[in-house]
């Protein structure tokens, strides 16, 4: 069995809204992020990052943006979705010696599948360590907003459990001339000091992005952006397709 079919099933399963599921490229392609950003978001994949977005609209492409991202995952790494909550508790009961990332569709109050509420968005946060990471959204705007919602009753989320999330990114949705124009407002990456700190901002005015903070590494970072504009530029879009380039990059085939 390919063991790439399972993750792709449950990335797939994020998918609500109909359609294909869509790529890193094609939010690249549509304006939703630069290169640099995707570069940053890649590497930080690699490295085992765990993973929020966030959005208050419905709609504003918080849980594309997530699945765009897991689909960057370095090979060997099994995405379990958190359905029903108590496989967040099977996880903690075990060893952390498994690449894995747990996903939970949304944090958020709503009995639908994938969903966490109230103690199990502590425990699930509490599975970062090691191997394994966490990827998951929320209705919040801002960094301060999230971390008020993640830190305060019903939730209670410590602030050093917030700190080992290693990205951070918020989208922002609005009417365009032709159809709603969705951009990636702000990309915090963790500090490595239990903080984040960002590194872009979307400029509504000018519809570009600016970096807030120097990049760490920025040769090392130069090969996923590479990686990634070849992939734009040749028009590669399909998700799958992606992934299958994504992890034939990892392996060296670059």
Same mark, same amino acid.
Request: charged share 25%.
């Given at each position: ?136 959204? *929320?209705? #919040? =705007?801002? @960094?301060?907003? %999230? &971390? !008020? ?7 209670? +989320?410590? $602030?050093? /459990? ?60 130069? *090969?996923? #952006? =590479?990686? @990634?504009?070849? %992939? &734009? !530029? ?7 397709? +992606?992934? $299958?380039? /994504? ?8």
């Amino acid at each position: 069995m390919d063991p790439e079919r399972p993750n792709h099933d449950q990335i797939e399963r994020l998918n609500q809204r109909g359609g294909r599921t869509l790529s890193i490229v094609d939010l690249i392609q549509a304006g939703t992020l630069s290169i640099e950003m995707a570069a940053c978001g890649m590497r930080a994949m690699a490295e085992g990052a765990s993973l929020l977005t966030g959005a208050r609209p419905g709609g504003a492409g918080k849980t594309t943006l997530m699945a765009s991202l897991l689909h960057l995952l370095p090979p060997g790494v099994r995405i379990v979705t958190v359905d029903p909550p108590g496989v967040i508790a099977e996880g903690l009961a075990r060893p952390a010696d498994e690449p894995l990332c747990y996903l939970a569709h949304e944090i958020g109050s709503g009995h639908w599948f994938g969903y966490i509420w109230r103690r199990d968005v502590a425990a699930f946060l509490s599975l970062i360590g090691g191997p394994r990471r966490v990827a998951s959204c *929320l209705h #919040a =705007d801002t @960094l301060e907003e %999230l &971390a !008020d919602i993640l830190c305060s009753p019903p939730l209670e +989320v410590s $602030r050093e /459990a917030l700190g080992r999330v290693g990205l951070i990114l918020f989208m922002h949705v609005r009417p365009g001339r032709r159809d709603y124009r969705r951009r990636v407002a702000a990309f915090h990456e963790a500090d490595g000091q239990g903080g984040h700190r960002l590194l872009y901002r979307w400029d509504e005015r000018s519809d570009a992005f600016e970096p807030a903070a120097a990049p760490r590494d920025a040769a090392g970072l130069r *090969l996923y #952006a =590479d990686f @990634l504009r070849r %992939l &734009a !530029d040749e028009g590669e879009t399909d998700a799958q397709a +992606v992934r $299958r380039r /994504a992890l034939a990059f990892y392996r060296g085939d670059r």
